[in-house]
């Protein structure tokens, strides 16, 4: 397996790109990527890691890599609402990686777009966090995924890369089908 990090600082990196830049890179990747796969199938065997801390009431700082950011819950569930909540941030991740892929596919099928704006929710009973109710489920019952492409294709074509999106899109695939979870204690 392979982690990945990155040593990069992200205040440095530039994120301020035209198209042509974008298709460079999508192409560059998708190149190294599969000469890579085609070298060494095993190369493709990737693991990500983040460490959390505590701070605060509630709130966790999370490193990933070079990158470090916060995770809060609202005034209501003990938090300071000074960051997004866990649940928030899972749903931002389903949010990012639509985009990641939508971008990728679409380069790569000849179906171009302008501007991607995907807007996510999910419905949680919160019965089961504080111990009311264990017969429904602590997460997420329904996730709903909405993309807004705008250009010049039709949307039978836009719902045709959806269509291959949703069938590689690593955290849609996190929610939409059982992932086996371990997890465990120690003592510090």
């Known amino acids: 397996m392979t982690i990945l990090t990155s040593d990069t600082d992200p205040r440095t990196s ?6 042509d830049e974008r298709a460079r890179r999508l192409d560059a990747a998708a190149s190294a990527w599969g000469n890579r796969i085609d070298a060494d199938r ?3 065997h990737l693991t990500y890691r983040v460490r959390g801390t505590g ?18 819950e609202p005034t209501a569930l003990a938090g300071d609402d000074a960051a997004a909540s866990p649940v928030e941030i899972a749903l931002g991740a389903i949010a ?6 939508f971008r990728l596919y ?9 501007d991607i704006d995907v807007t996510a ?5 919160a019965a089961r966090l504080f111990g ?16 807004e492409l ?35 204690v120690s003592k510090g």
Do not use: W
């Open 14 to 19: 530039n994120t301020s790109f035209d198209s």
């Open 42 to 44: 095993t190369s493709a």
């Open 55 to 72: 701070e605060g009431s509630v709130a966790t700082r999370v490193r990933a890599g070079a990158h470090e950011f916060s995770i809060d």
């Open 96 to 101: 990012a990686c639509q985009v990641v892929v």
């Open 106 to 114: 679409s380069h790569a099928l000849g179906i171009p777009f302008d």
């Open 121 to 125: 929710e999910g419905d949680l009973d």
């Open 132 to 147: 009311k109710d264990d017969s429904v489920r602590a997460g997420f019952s329904a996730v709903r995924v909405a993309i």
């Open 150 to 184: 705008s250009g010049s294709e039709s949307l039978e074509r836009y719902e045709e890369l959806r269509a291959v999106v949703d069938a590689h899109c690593p955290v849609l695939d996190l929610f939409a089908n059982p992932t086996e979870v371990t997890t465990s």
